[in-house]
């Protein structure tokens, strides 16, 4: 057992007023952990550790003023302390782990779930917690097997990054150490993927009540699925015989829900405002008549075992208008006395996801085929959508496509994703009457488009005539092919 004074800890003071406790007896702490809070002259201090070890006991309470000469707190050191935040004994290894680096210039992020509880045993690899930052969500695995000692944080708080996010116990020597009851999950282990954890979880369904599909029983998304569907079943048929007297009713409360504004939507909401506060927008509408695109589409999905999304030919159609308006794909400084034309069009598709609006781009669409895009597109899309997605692919837009009419809405005014020039939404195509070229009425398949631009860095004229020109390419998808060739 060692002792801590507050000299000792590198606080040059006499005397000072405990305000607060950040440690318990009995919790591992690790080196540079916060652990108490002190009131030196109107000014509070954190007071950190030097050392990590199982706190042992702490001699003062809050409010209490203790001396730099009496022992504030002991702890317990292993025999043979590590470096860092790693300490070991004859039979077991400490180690804290320490939330890394999950994107450029984030700095904390929020904790989302717990998968393992303290004091149960995990698998190395094994899907330990999920973190929300500004721009994905990440599951974050165990690097080793073990007993999770410690989480530092509670689901919904705020983990800073380079900081311990939760203590783990690895057992160094015999197996027959770990108990009886966490030996057995251990030698019937589950072979599937963190995705399709995720999904049991989110389905709440055992997955030690499914047998895998393969020869070494691997569990993949189809047994999930077909689980499911035979328990829906059951349900179904078991709810038909209750009498309906029995079925107790939900209670009703009038009184509001709230929840904390935080992750992608806090991300999101200030990057909204800072652009609308930066950015003056202006707008253009056009109409555009897509029944010869939609046609083409048609045809060539006929032809191929890989389907193209609409939206496929028109992220390639408008890089295609970008390079014949090179003025539009541009960007500038904090102050604006600079200008800066790009030479790439990497366009951002604006996506709905569960945790919020994420805008992956693709990267480089002057230099890809349709093909390729589509199934770049797929994929982002898909990525998006589950929220797991590298922050890299969010990051380095030129130009937004907001298709906001596959869910509902004709027109609109989206706003600028900063620090881009531009964006573009896509309404709901509707079928209406059109004059053909001998003036005869005949039903098309009509979309509005909805621009919204940075009017510092474009003007009318030059938007107009890149709608325009990206018109004339969805709207006579031969002439784009043509382009292409």
Known sequence: MTEFTLKELGQNILECELMNWHIHEGEYLAVNQPICDIKINKNIVSVLSKSSGK????????????????????????????????????????????????????????????????????????PVCDILTDKALIQIPAKASGKLV???????????????????????????????????????????????????????????NIVGSDDNQRIYKSDLLQYKEAQDNLSNSTQDIITPSLVLQPETHTDRKSEPINGIKAAMAKKMQAAVQIIPHFSLFEEVDITNLMQLQKTLNEKSNHPLPLLAFFIKSLSLALQLNPGINVQTNEQCTELYYLNNHNIGIAVDSKIGLLVPNIKQCQLKSIQHISQEFITLKNQAKSGRISPDILKGGTITISNFGSISGLCGTPIINHPEACIVGLGKTRDLPRFDENNNITSRKIMMISWSADHRLIDGGTLARLSAQWKNFLENPVQMLATLT
């Not at 809050?62 to 707190?73: E, M, R, V």
């Not at 939330?99 to 303290?118: Q, S, T």
């Not at 944080?153 to 939760?166: C, R, S």
């Open 55 to 126: 706190v042992n006991k702490l001699y003062y309470r809050k409010g209490d003023t203790p001396s730099n000469q009496a022992p504030l707190f002991s702890i317990d050191i292993p025999v043979k302390p590590c470096d860092g935040s790693t300490m070991i004994d004859t039979n077991k290894t400490y180690e804290d782990f320490i939330l890394p680096d999950v994107g450029e210039g984030i700095a904390e992020c929020e904790i989302v779930d717990w998968f393992i509880k303290e004091g149960d045993f995990m698998e190395e690899d094994q």
């Open 150 to 208: 410690k989480q530092y944080y509670k689901k919904g708080e705020i983990a800073k990054v380079h900081t311990p996010l939760f203590h783990i116990e690895i057992t160094t020597q015999n197996h027959s150490e770990i108990p009886q009851t966490d030996r057995q999950p251990k030698k019937n282990k589950i072979l599937t993927s963190p995705s399709v954890r995720r999904l049991a979880r989110e389905l709440n369904i055992d997955l030690q």
